[in-house]
């Protein structure tokens, strides 16, 4: 299985910062990568894959970038709404493997 | 509007049988895949297996197999997990969702990810 690995596993900030977080691939996931936000006690929502496609309806202060191993996620000016835990999961091969999460708390 | 609906919060007991479900609808059921995740409590994110109605063709995350069972019932545009024989470690949060992919004889890989999910079926095993 490819095992993936992402930092920090937590963090603290506010509204209005840059957040950035990253995930590492064991191998070459040649960018299928996708990124999941998971608000608590609800079920985790696609915001972005393929490494940097939007998906639909999700704002643009999210973006995603990376390739081979190494991903990164990047909220650029943090909303009150995006306090929540981020995933990320390769696509690339199953099974389809995923981080073990990022929870964006309060400062 | 595309929908994935889960039945209810389950408790059981260990050694008891289970089938949870998940029906969608706003979508043709046959051509895209369904997967289940498993979320333990205050855990992260766990890929069960996918199933293609289309055709039943069925994957397994190695962790899993044997261990749960995926099927489909495309006259019902329903697809289930279900346990033989239920484990205290199997109280988790279950999570179905819709993905696109592609597979071949030894894996599956999927372009756009899991874009849909359904609100998720709490199974608590106690004795």
């Known amino acids: 299985d490819i095992q993936m690995t992402q930092s920090p596993s937590s963090l603290s900030a506010s509204v209005g910062d840059r957040v950035t977080i990253t995930c590492r691939a064991s191998?070459?996931?040649?960018?299928?990568l996708v990124w999941y936000q998971q608000r608590p006690g609800k079920a985790p929502n696609l915001l972005i894959y393929t490494a940097s496609t939007l998906q639909s309806g999700v704002p643009s202060r999210f973006t995603g970038s990376g390739s081979g191993t190494d991903y990164t996620l990047t909220i650029s000016s943090l909303q009150p709404e995006d306090f929540a835990t981020y995933y990320c999961q390769q696509t690339y091969s199953s099974p389809w493997t995923f981080g073990q999460g990022t929870k964006v708390e309060i400062k | 509007e595309v929908q994935l609906v889960q039945s209810g919060a389950e408790v059981k007991k260990p050694g008891e049988s289970l089938r949870i479900s998940c029906k969608t609808s706003g979508y043709s059921f046959t051509t895209y895949w369904i997967g289940w995740l498993r979320q333990m409590p205050g855990k992260g994110l766990e890929w069960l297996g996918i199933?293609?109605?289309?055709?039943?063709?069925?994957r397994y995350s190695p962790s899993f197999r044997g261990q749960v069972t995926i099927s489909a019932d495309k006259s019902i545009s329903t697809a289930y997990l279900q346990w033989s024989s239920l484990k205290a470690s199997d109280t988790a949060m279950y999570y179905c969702?819709?993905?696109?992919?592609?597979?071949?004889?030894?894996?599956?890989?999927?372009?756009?990810?899991?874009?849909?999910w359904g609100q998720g079926t709490t199974v608590t095993v106690s004795s």
């Open positions: 969702a819709r993905a696109t992919g592609l597979c071949s004889d030894t894996s599956c890989y999927s372009r756009d990810g899991m874009d849909v």
């Open positions: 199933i293609y109605p289309g055709n039943s063709e069925t």
């Open positions: 191998q070459n996931i040649r960018s299928y």
